[in-house]
């Protein structure tokens, strides 16, 4: 028998969420209805005048939500459990410190068991190399890593062992086809499976936009995205952008992901970029070291003949001492 309040069906969302905010809610236990109440399990001997009755109820299993609560290691070494790992679709991906290693199939059982939506669990070793492919050993789950990634409602097949994804810049790539004005020329200069290519043809209106790529795994790929997601003005290309920028017509955008380098294709950016038209580029530097390199960015340009402003922000920490920057550089 568990403890409940009887609660006419009209009030029962908003007397079970404030049960649930005060702590008095009692999760072990469903609620179900009772003509037209519901009895709604709680952990008090009385609630707001609501009568209380001792009744027979279904009993919920309660789920933990943290995979470190059930994975199987020695307790010793539970505080260095990663707090966090990426998911694209349904992979989920973990870099673990050398004393875990051992354990990392229990780890990735713990993943599957905490998280219904993932499927199967890679260790990431890292990303290497020009095509900035991650490193995968799986260590649980079943099937292969090529996976759907959803955002905005547009869905993105990619495969993070043969091609670069970044799930956590959604929001720039929903930024930034906010400002594309209709009938626009783009070019993604590192578009991978052209994540920022079809969100933009789904969400805004380029007359088109040109995905180049050096990995052809990522045209195979954003072909599959502009089939998939039903988008005819996205032209996935391979090759290495520096040359084939000068086969496409000028841009009036041109975005610039490879955080590492990408200043170095700034020159060739401008060179085919529209007056009054931006860049958007991606920089991983140390903070100390940003606004000079943005000052130089400025007189490097100028001496090349062009005009640019710059706005910057902050997008995330890459290190202790280095962070990710955005930048839209407007050429006058
Ligand atoms: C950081 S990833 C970005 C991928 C994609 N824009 C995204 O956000 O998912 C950089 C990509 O640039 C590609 N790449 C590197 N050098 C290149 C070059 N010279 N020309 C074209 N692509 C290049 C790599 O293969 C990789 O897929």
């Known amino acids: 028998m568990v403890r409940c309040i009887r609660v006419p069906k009209r009030e029962g969302e908003q007397v079970r969420s404030a049960l649930f905010s005060e702590g008095l809610l009692e999760l072990g236990a469903r609620i179900r209805a009772d003509g037209d109440c519901l009895l709604i399990p709680v952990n008090c001997d009385s609630y707001q005048g ?13 789920r ?16 260095h459990l990663p707090s966090s790992f990426d998911v694209v679709g349904d992979v989920a991906m973990i870099k673990l410190p050398d004393e875990l290693k051992p354990y990392a199939s229990r780890i990735g059982e ?22 900035r492919i991650r490193d995968l050993e799986r260590i649980a789950g079943t099937g292969t890593s090529e996976t759907v990634h959803k ?5 993105l097949y990619t495969d993070p062992a043969r091609v670069y994804f970044n799930p956590r810049l959604s929001s720039e790539r929903s930024r930034i086809a906010g400002l594309v004005a209709d009938g626009e020329t783009v070019i993604d200069m590192f578009g991978g499976v052209a994540p920022f290519g079809t969100v933009m043809c789904r969400l805004a209106n380029p007359k088109v936009v040109y995905s180049i790529d050096l990995n052809p795994e990522a045209e195979h790929f954003a072909r599959m995205n502009a089939d998939r997601n039903h988008v005819d003005n996205l032209h996935p290309m391979t090759g290495d952008s520096s040359v084939l920028v000068y086969d496409l017509p000028t841009a009036d955008r041109i975005i610039m992901n490879l955080p590492q380098i990408a200043d170095r294709f700034l020159p060739v950016a401008l060179d085919r970029l529209n007056a009054g038209g931006t860049v ?10 940003f606004l000079p390199f943005l000052d130089g960015l400025v007189a490097d340009a100028a001496a090349r003949g062009h005009t640019i402003s710059v706005e910057h922000s902050e997008l995330k920490t890459y290190s202790p001492t280095m962070s990710v920057y955005s930048l839209d550089i407007h050429k006058g």
Do not use: C, W
């Open 50 to 62: 609501y009568e209380v009755v001792d009744a027979e109820m279904q009993v919920q299993e309660q």
């Open 64 to 79: 933990p939500t943290d995979y470190r609560d059930v994975a199987d290691v020695p307790e010793d070494l539970r505080e």
């Open 151 to 155: 955002e905005f409602g547009v869905r």
């Open 110 to 131: 713990a993943l599957l068991k905490v998280n219904r939506s993932i499927r199967i669990v890679f260790e990431d070793h890292g990303v290497k190399g020009d095509f």
């Open 280 to 289: 958007h580029m991606y920089k991983i530097i140390e903070r100390e070291d």
